[in-house]
């Protein structure tokens, strides 16, 4: 990417020394290493949907990770129904202004010029969403060709390893987003931890069945199998609303949460925020979640995924 | 021996197998305890902050009452190897970004940060970087990456990148700007336990 290095040079000029500036031919970007680095420095975190740069701010005040910077959040996504695209580059641009932290923000699934526009702005990871309206019905995007990383949603391995294939730095779970209804989320995550402990053991050839079955590449599937975790970082997302699902969803193995609706939609946001992310650092410790959860307001109001029509149901997009 | 990892957010698990590597190829032992509560820090022969975000730790590092005991560890003249974020937060004065965000510092070693010197991600790298310690370049790996531009007397300036410092040490205390855990080259992690054992 020619234009990030011109960036980095101009910014240097009035900084440094001229035998400095050689040393920038020699730098790689985007590499995989770089990519699922960035995820890496995620763990252990919170990445909160914000809308506006002062929920940005309140996110940060609280400790998120990172922000995802929406139009609006899930759980007004479904309510609105209509088309859901990439945010207002504007809100994005105000946002990534505001904070220190890294800014992530959705593109539609396939979408890649939308991607090709976050990365322009200097967004520092895509989340390539279901939550948004697909704009192909056939094929994910392919990462390999952006330097900025991705993350994407998974429900089981086979989901997961293909996303990975694409380029995809980081899985997270699909849950069910904007529901406040955890259930999807612990599905998704059960199914993809019982999927690699199923793998411990197999013969190669075993796994080349498995693979052609779950429809992935067979080295991931290997190198799942080694590592009997996912290869990169996997977060769960959609449905998280409380300290507790928080604290759930870390038991069960996440590396880190979203929380989407969960926030900005609860009764006090910035007490259900700083909660949150103390939930995860204590996530096995009852009696300090006890604590966290006090006193914090009620989460947001949610609805029960089972009610959901099933042509309103967003985990079913991609593939 | 006893090896803290601080654990409240960040790529923790990278540093634990770095070590073990590093203990491995170089025939001692010790043992790790990763750090997430207080307590546990003064126990420690050696600590490790490890990369994350600056702001996110800084603030947990508060709320759980460790920042005090990375404090008086380093009264005790203890090893102490911050990497990334890790740089930032044993800094004694941030930049405009850093403070702006009210973040805190552990300041205990005599530096000023920038907190996205090198830019954001899609400007994230990897590099050969010459360290004065090593003889050969080391592949350090940049993202969203700190850069210290002010150091007092008594810091000893290790690498530089475009000006700006990017590997320096007081005393026991080492600060890098990259990330030595994320790859398999063991000798910055060497270096550190140098200090150990």
């Given at each position: 990417m020619v234009y990030t290095r011109i960036a980095i040079k101009i910014k240097l000029q009035g900084l440094c020394y001229k035998d400095d500036v050689m040393e920038l031919e020699k730098l790689r970007h985007g590499t995989e290493l770089i990519k699922r680095g960035f995820a890496k420095m995620q763990k252990g975190g919170v990445i909160m949907d914000v809308t506006t740069p002062e929920q940005a701010r309140i996110a940060e005040e609280a400790g998120a990770v990172a922000v995802m910077a929406l139009q609006a959040v899930p759980a007004d996504i479904r309510k609105a129904g209509g088309v859901a695209r990439m945010a207002d580059p504007q809100i994005i641009a105000d946002i990534i202004d505001t904070v220190t932290i890294p800014v992530m923000a959705k593109a539609r699934i396939g979408h890649f010029v939308e991607a090709e526009i976050l990365q322009a702005l200097g967004v520092d990871m895509v989340d390539e969403s279901e939550v948004l309206t697909p704009a192909d019905h056939k094929y994910h995007i392919?990462?390999?060709?952006?330097?900025v990383p991705f993350v994407c949603g998974a429900r089981n391995l086979g989901e997961a390893l293909r996303r990975m294939n694409e380029g995809a730095a980081m899985i997270r779970t699909k849950?069910?987003?904007?529901?406040?209804?955890v259930s999807e989320a612990v599905k998704h995550m059960k199914q993809i931890q019982g999927e690699i402990r199923a793998l411990k053991g197999m013969t190669r050839e075993e796994m080349t069945r498995i693979a052609r079955e779950i429809e992935a590449p067979v080295e991931l599937v290997v190198e799942t199998a080694q590592m009997q975790r996912l290869p990169v970082v996997n977060f769960a997302a959609g449905g998280v609303a409380t300290p507790a699902d928080a604290a759930l969803m870390m038991r069960l193995g996440a590396d880190g949460v979203f929380v989407g609706s969960g926030i900005f939609k609860a009764e006090i946001p910035e007490k259900m925020a700083v909660a949150i992310v103390e939930a995860v650092n204590n996530y096995d410790n009852p009696e300090v979640l006890a604590k966290i959860s006090k006193g914090i307001g009620a989460g947001m109001k949610g609805i029960s995924v089972d009610t959901i029509p099933q042509d309103q149901v967003l985990q079913t997009r991609g593939w | 021996m006893l090896i803290g990892v601080i654990a409240i957010q960040g790529d923790v698990s990278e540093h634990v197998d770095a070590l073990v590597r590093a203990l491995e190829e170089r025939g001692q032992s010790a043992d790790i305890v990763t750090i997430?509560?207080?307590?546990?820090?003064?126990?420690?022969d050696a600590l490790i902050l490890p990369g994350g975000e600056s702001t996110t730790l800084g603030r947990l590092l508060i709320r759980e009452g460790i920042a005090d005991e990375i404090r008086q560890m380093h009264l005790l003249g203890k090893p102490i190897l911050g990497t990334c974020a890790g740089l930032i937060l044993l800094a004694k004065e941030g930049d405009e970004q850093v403070r702006k965000t009210h973040q805190h510092l552990l300041g205990i070693m005599d530096t000023k940060v920038n907190r996205n010197a090198f830019g954001r991600q899609r400007e994230s790298f990897e590099t050969g970087l010459e360290l004065t310690f090593l003889n050969s370049p080391y592949n350090a790996v940049f993202i969203r990456a700190p850069g210290i531009v002010g150091c007092g007397e008594d810091v000893t300036i290790l690498a530089k990148m475009d000006g700006m410092v990017v590997a320096a040490e007081q005393g026991n205390i080492l600060a890098l700007a990259f990330h030595p855990e994320l790859t398999f080259d063991t000798r910055v992690h060497q270096y550190f336990l140098d200090k150990l054992f």
């Open positions: 392919d990462k390999t060709n952006f330097t849950g069910e987003a904007g529901t406040g209804d | 997430k509560h207080k307590g546990i820090v003064l126990d420690c």
